[in-house]
Each structure stands twice: as structure tokens, then as C-alpha cells.
């Protein structure tokens, strides 16, 4: 089996298993006593490293797309006059 690191699914899926390890900690810490201090993070945790991962998936995929552009754009400038499948220059 190949893991695909790119794909939003796999990503997706790992914040699901992180989230509900986090809640069954906080479960098992607290020992479902909705009193304790620790309980107040059961939700807070979560949300914060979905927004976090978010913002950190928006960061890559505007990085890669700045970079794929630049690559673009290099390779362009380094082509031939002609060599573009195109007529060429004029004679």
C-alpha cells in the first residue's frame, strides 16, 4: 500500500485519529469529570490544530503554486526563439 502524502483524504483522516486520541485522553485523564479544569480543553485542543492545520495547508499550497509559476516562468525564458512548436521568427 502507498501512502499518498499530498492527498486531502489522508490528511483528513489523520486529524480525525488525532482528534478523538486527544478527546479519549482527555476522557481517561479527567476521568469524565466535566469539573476539572483539564476538561475545558477536550474542545479547545482540537479545534486550534484543525484551524492551525489549516492555515498551514493554505500556506503550502500557495507556496508550491508561487514555485511551480517561478519554474513557469524560468523555462520559458530560457526556450529558443522557435523551438516552441510556433513558426519561429519571422525570416
Same mark, same amino acid.
Given at each position: 500500500?502507498?501512502?499518498?502524502?499530498?492527498?486531502?483524504?489522508? *490528511?483528513?483522516?489523520?486529524?480525525?485519529?488525532?482528534?478523538?486520541?486527544?478527546?479519549?485522553?482527555?476522557? *481517561?485523564?479527567?476521568?469524565?469529570?466535566?469539573?476539572?479544569?483539564?476538561?475545558?480543553?477536550?474542545?479547545?485542543?482540537?479545534?486550534?490544530?484543525?484551524?492551525?492545520?489549516?492555515?498551514?495547508?493554505?500556506?503550502?499550497? *500557495?507556496?508550491?503554486?508561487?514555485?511551480?509559476?517561478?519554474?513557469?516562468?524560468? @523555462? @520559458?525564458?530560457?526556450?529558443?526563439?522557435?523551438?516552441?512548436?510556433?513558426?519561429?521568427?519571422?525570416?
Amino acid at each position: 500500500m502507498t501512502v499518498n502524502f499530498r492527498s486531502r483524504s489522508f *490528511w483528513m483522516t489523520v486529524g480525525h485519529f488525532a482528534t478523538a486520541g486527544w478527546m479519549g485522553y482527555a476522557l *481517561w485523564r479527567t476521568g469524565g469529570n466535566i469539573r476539572d479544569p483539564f476538561f475545558d480543553l477536550i474542545f479547545v485542543v482540537p479545534l486550534a490544530g484543525w484551524i492551525a492545520g489549516l492555515a498551514v495547508a493554505r500556506i503550502i499550497v *500557495w507556496a508550491m503554486a508561487r514555485n511551480a509559476q517561478q519554474e513557469s516562468d524560468r @523555462a @520559458a525564458a530560457q526556450r529558443e526563439p522557435g523551438t516552441d512548436g510556433g513558426e519561429g521568427p519571422p525570416p
